[in-house]
Each structure stands twice: as C-alpha cells, then as structure tokens.
C-alpha cells in the first residue's frame, strides 16, 4: 500500500536554529499539506502546496516557514531560526485532488526546540 | 470560522460494549468529514472517510454517519476491543479545502 515517508521521526534542535523537516508523498499526488500538533492541542492546519507553490496558508505560516519541492519527490518543511513553542509533532499529508480524502498522512516529525 | 467540537473528550469503557463517539461542526460548508485514530505519540491513521452527499460510510467493526444540516457526526465502535484504545480524532474540509481538526476523544477500552 502506498504511504507518505516523513524523516526524521524525531529532531532535537537548538533554539534559533533551522530545521529541515522532509516528506517523501505518494507518487502520483498533486497536493501537498503540512500540519502540526502541539502536545495535548488539537491539529491545525500550516499549508498547502500544488503545481509548485503555496495554495493555501494558516495565519501560524508566517515568515519563519517556507515550503518546497525541490527534485519532483521530497517536499520540504523549513523552520528557521526556532522557537521554543515550535515544539511539535509535524504530519505531512498527500492527495490526488483538492477536494478530496486527505487519507495519507505520513507517521509525524516530532520536533523538540531545546 | 470552522470549528469542531468533540464530545466526550475521554470515554471509559469495557471490553465488548458498543459505543459512539460524537463530532459537530459550526459551518455545514464541508466537502468530506474524516474520522482518524491517533496511538499516544504516533502518526494519524484515516479510519473513515464521508464525502458531505452522504450519510454514512463503514469500515468492520466501525460505522461514520454524517448530519451536514445539523453539523453532526458520530463513530460508532461495535463489540469494542482493548485494542481500539486511542484518540479519536474528526476532521472536516472546509471551502478552503483545509482539514479542521477536533481535539479528540481519547478512548480506553478496559479488558
């Protein structure tokens, strides 16, 4: 069965510093999204990506972030210069259509800003 | 805005009962609702999916049923095992085609 791949599993990082966070989606979606949790809140929704740039982004999306596809398979979440509360567990999902069953979400990042 | 609310938050149950779980939304705008498990620490895993045309969906053990006009959802857990033990979470797209989330119903099912 086709799955979403997200590496690391888990990343300790230093304040201030950046971070990578990588997903691998199904091969044959066109959308792309990044979400994130913070332990014991709910899941809130960070962006959505399609046809090589942002279709959709939370108001959490903010110039810290940037997102990129950058060889046709990866799809790349960037934190820069991280903060404390941007301890989370990050999911990257994948679908074949807008409006479609975002039913493939990848295992989670846990971020841990230290 | 769109927002979910899950009922109850946590649910305590014995092993072999039927149970259900309850999910509303504020905005009847909604292209699906999903029903997702989250094991502590763990990834999310899709268990249902109901499209807003339609009223139900079952999977097994597990049966989605969709009220778009009142903004409701329930999951119902038929025969319920130790290892349905998790979070429950529901999750609606709205017109901007963005998942938004309920905070969950953590479930234990007690042997």
């Known amino acids: 069965e086709p799955e979403v791949t997200q590496t690391p599993s888990h990343q300790v990082t230093q304040m201030g510093q950046e971070v990578i966070l990588r997903c691998v989606p199904i091969?044959?979606?066109?959308?792309f999204y990044w979400y994130r949790q913070i332990l014991g809140q709910k899941v809130e929704f960070l962006v959505s990506?399609?046809?090589?740039?942002?279709?959709?982004k939370s108001e959490i999306f903010d110039d810290q972030f940037s997102v990129e596809r950058p060889d046709g398979s990866n799809f790349t979440l960037k934190i820069r210069s991280t903060k404390l509360e941007d301890s989370a567990m990050y999911f990257c999902?994948?679908?074949?259509?807008?409006?479609?069953?975002?039913?493939?979400f990848g295992q989670g990042t846990r971020l841990t800003v230290v | 805005k769109q927002e979910v609310t899950q009922i109850p938050a946590a649910l305590s149950v014995p092993e072999g009962e039927n149970l259900v779980l309850n999910c509303s939304f504020t905005?009847?705008?909604?292209?699906?609702l999903q029903w997702f498990r989250q094991d502590p620490g763990k990834g999310l895993t899709s268990l249902l999916l109901?499209?807003?045309s339609q009223r139900e969906q079952t999977s097994g053990r597990l049966n989605a049923s969709l009220d778009k006009s009142s903004g409701r959802s329930t999951l119902y857990i038929a025969a319920s095992q130790p290892g349905d033990s998790a979070t429950y979470l529901c999750?609606?797209?709205?017109?901007?085609?963005?998942?938004?989330w309920g905070a969950g119903t953590k479930l234990i099912i007690k042997p």
């Open positions: 999902a994948s679908s074949d259509s807008a409006s479609g069953p975002e039913a493939f």
């Open positions: 091969s044959n979606h066109l959308y």
């Open positions: 905005d009847s705008a909604i292209y699906n």
């Open positions: 109901i499209q807003s």
């Open positions: 990506f399609y046809n090589n740039e942002i279709s959709e």
């Open positions: 999750a609606v797209k709205d017109s901007n085609y963005q998942l938004i």
